[in-house]
């Protein structure tokens, strides 16, 4: 007994149960002969199952290999077989006693070993002693065999567990990273993120550091202690909650512009991408739009500066509706607020009133005084109708010296009288630029909602139609619109229209008038007078055209061809008498302040061979005051080449006398209205008696001009003049006509021979 249980604890107990169960079946067998076992284990489902056997001969091993016999679980309900066919079997075997022996541990039954016996005699008591600790140490073998196997189980499961763990805290841990690394960037740009929970107040869960730079700490933003919403604008709140609380019923991704106050200074435009969270999304920083699943919980988002975007876009529109010269209002914006002006008229029944206006001599000061002091002066004019006028009007510049004014319900029309004769004085003022002064006036035209137009663009040219009536009064005044004048607007545009193409055409021609030396009796010079021959309108006289040149500028190309032509015709004459020929060329204001005067005569002059000395150009005075300086030393450089200067109109202007102390001239034509008056009006004889005692003692030449009687020669010879022109002696005639008065009349034209009388 005691070598059986010596070998049988010499079996690894750590061996798998079947394999220790088959060893211990056959120590167990060969210490009793004539025995032969079979094991069986309890299974999970509390079943026996075949294990190890020993010696079994056929056919009792098919039985218990193939589950044809188990033997009852003690307590366990019903055999789970009949045990009668192998009882049957045992016997036919010869076997004729069974010993079971259980294996217990720990009260637990964990299998069952039975031998079975060629002979019935009992087995001796220290056998039934060892089979007893037998089951006892069998069944702690595959107790502790299962727990290992268990253990094993265990292992393994930790293992995964460990693994999964580790690999979940790696991607934690990359995540954490990305995450990390996306708040760095973010807070590296000037992009800010928020995180904001979707309840009242938006408590802010995440905002990123660079919030920094609107002055805010994180922290107070995230604490509480500084609320969202009061970061907005007041301004702006309203807006950007309503859009925030749309957000959370609408998925949708929204941009808001809005200020915000930062810590210290102006208020900041930002602009705000922000979109929604719900309880069933991830963390996500990039716009997700889904279809609403889930509550929001959430609003995220970020916000950037764009206050210089929104300065740069101010700026732009400032320039696209203003002028960038005087700050006014440009044309877009002036018909804008007219159009919506008319709107409000209508609605409320008022009057309304449209001011065009235009400066005078604006285009002489801009010649002779340079466009830098013309761009000044339309500065002045800007800030002085701001003046003048109220808040609620408003000023336009529509370009060049035109300006609109718009005024908005007016109570009569006298209202708008009223601000045109403000306008009109507060412009006459002189304006000193750059240490000079300079006068202007202004022309206003108005048109009036509702009697001269329904829209913008019909009172604006009502407007416009009036300023021509009002220049056409001779400037610095008003004029309403008035039924009718659009038809004298038409013709003067359709005037306008076919001088610029006169000259092109060859329909400008030249008449000259004699002038003549009451001495000598002869001939002293021609004074070059233009003619307009227009195919329909027959001939024109200079006062048709002249004023509407000097206006658009088109007078300086005439201008040029008047002189060109003149000299030619000097020229032809002189060599065709063998003597100088004097001819005399108006200019216009705008052509003596031309800069290039004084080369456009010596191209003349050396373009036909005419002598300087023959040549007189013939200014008024009003032309030579508006730039005393300029006036001075352009003359200087004339008479420099000897090119004579003679005083037009002479007694008309204001400032005749200053004109005789300023001025290198040679020669003063009596306006002709004195002439007119010389045996009527006492004055004019008087006048014209200084005027001839005058020149006399500053020995200047006299020319009498529109001397058309005897009794006019008869006065001037009386009274000293020397120099003639007028219908007595000749209207003005083109060229031929005139050799043929001088071929008649002989060279030496004798004054007393004139038809019509003798003196
Ligand atoms: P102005 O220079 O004073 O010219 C004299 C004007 O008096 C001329 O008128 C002439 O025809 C007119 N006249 C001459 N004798 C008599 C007379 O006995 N009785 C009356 N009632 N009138 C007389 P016109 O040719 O119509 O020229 C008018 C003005 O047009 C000129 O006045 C001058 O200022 C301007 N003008 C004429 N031609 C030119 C030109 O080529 N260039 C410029 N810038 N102006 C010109
Ligand atoms: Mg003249
Ligand atoms: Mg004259």
Known sequence: VQHLLDDILKIDILCAPDEYLRRVLGILCAGLPGACAVAFIVDADDQFVFAAEHDLPEPLLAFCTSGGYLPRVPGAPSPAVDPAPFGAALAQAGFVAITQVPLIHQGRLLGLVELYFEYAAPLPAEVITLLGRLGELVAIAIASNASLDQLDQRTRELHEEIALRERVEQALRRALQERRALVEIINHSTVVALLCRAEPGWPVEFVSDNVAQFGYNPQEILSGSLPLSTLIHPEDRPKVEAAWKELLTAPDVRTLEYRLLPRQGPPRWVEHR?????????????????????????LQGILHDITERKQTEALIYHQAYHDTLTGLPNRTLFQDRLEQAIHRAQ???????????????????????????????????????RAVLRTEDTISRLGGDEFTLLLPEIKDPDDAAAVANK???????????????????TSIGISLFPDDGA???????????????????????????????NAKLRDRLELEGALRTAIDDDQLLLHYQPQVDLVTGQVSGFEALVRWQHPEWGLLAPDRFIP?????????????WVLQEACQQARSWQDHYGMPVRMSVNLSPR????????????????????????????????????DVDYSVQTMRMLKGMQVGLSMDDFGVGYSSLMCLKHFPIDTLKIDHSFVQGLLTDSNDAAITHAIIAMADSLRLAVIAEGVETQEQLAFLRASGCNNIQGYLISRPLPAQECSRFVARRGTGVLVGSAPGGGA
């Open 274 to 298: 922000i979109w929604t969270r719900r309880d069933s999304d991830g963390l996500d920083l990039l716009p997700v739009v889904t279809a609403p699943r889930g509550v929001v919980t959430h």
């Open 347 to 385: 609605r409320r029944a008022r009057l309304l009133a449209v001011c065009f206006l235009d400066l005078d001599r604006f285009k002489a000061v801009n010649d002779t005084l340079g466009h830098h002091i013309g761009d000044r002066l339309l500065q002045g004019v800007a800030s002085r109708l």
């Open 423 to 441: 306008v009109c004085s507060a412009i006459t003022q002189p304006f000193t630029i750059e240490g000079q002064q300079v006068h202007v006036g």
């Open 455 to 485: 829209d913008a663009r019909t009172l604006l040219q009502c407007a416009d139609t009036a300023l021509y009536h009002a220049k056409d009064r001779g400037g610095n005044t008003f004029s309403f619109f008035m039924p009718g004048m």
């Open 548 to 560: 509407l040149a000097e206006e658009n500028g088109l007078i300086v190309p005439l201008g040029q």
């Open 591 to 626: 052509q003596f302040h031309q800069h290039d005067l004084v080369s456009t005569v010596e191209e003349a002059l050396a373009a036909t061979g005419l002598p300087s000395a023959s040549l007189t150009l013939e200014i008024t005075e009003g032309v030579a005051m508006r």
